[in-house]
């Protein structure tokens, strides 16, 4: 089993910064990808970034690319959601995921664990 904690949701205006950490622990692997999605009230949980076992790969939505950044640390454990110039349509709950390959996942029926879930709001 791999459990994974995020931290680093909040309240925050228009325009402002915040910055995510998923920390992974338990029985990883080294091949593994992490991944960022969100899910609104009353929506499906939405594809948000991604990135490969070594950092090497990344992809994101349309909707937050220039603005996010996803990045991981060199233990490989660690991935870390930069989001920028944020907007109220990012009010979302952000789940991290965890999925075992050596290549991608953009999908949430990819991933095989799951946080609890940080909540961020972005108000006008």
């Known amino acids: 089993q791999v459990q994974l904690v995020e931290s680093g949701g909040g309240l925050v205006q228009a325009g402002d910064s915040l910055r995510l950490s998923c920390a992974a622990s338990g029985r990883t692997l080294s091949n593994n990808a992490m991944g960022w999605f969100r899910q609104a009230p009353g929506k499906e949980r939405h594809f948000v970034a991604a990135?490969?076992?070594?950092?090497?790969?990344?992809y994101y939505t349309d909707a937050v690319k220039g603005r996010f950044t996803i990045s991981r640390d060199s233990d490989k454990r660690t991935v870390y959601l930069q989001m920028n110039s944020l907007k109220p349509e990012d009010t979302a709950v952000y789940y991290c995921?965890?999925?075992?390959?050596w290549g991608l996942g953009r999908t949430a029926t990819d991933y095989d664990y799951w946080g609890q879930g940080t909540q961020v709001t972005v108000s006008s």
């Open positions: 990135i490969n076992w070594n950092g090497g790969l990344t």
């Open positions: 995921g965890y999925y075992v390959t």
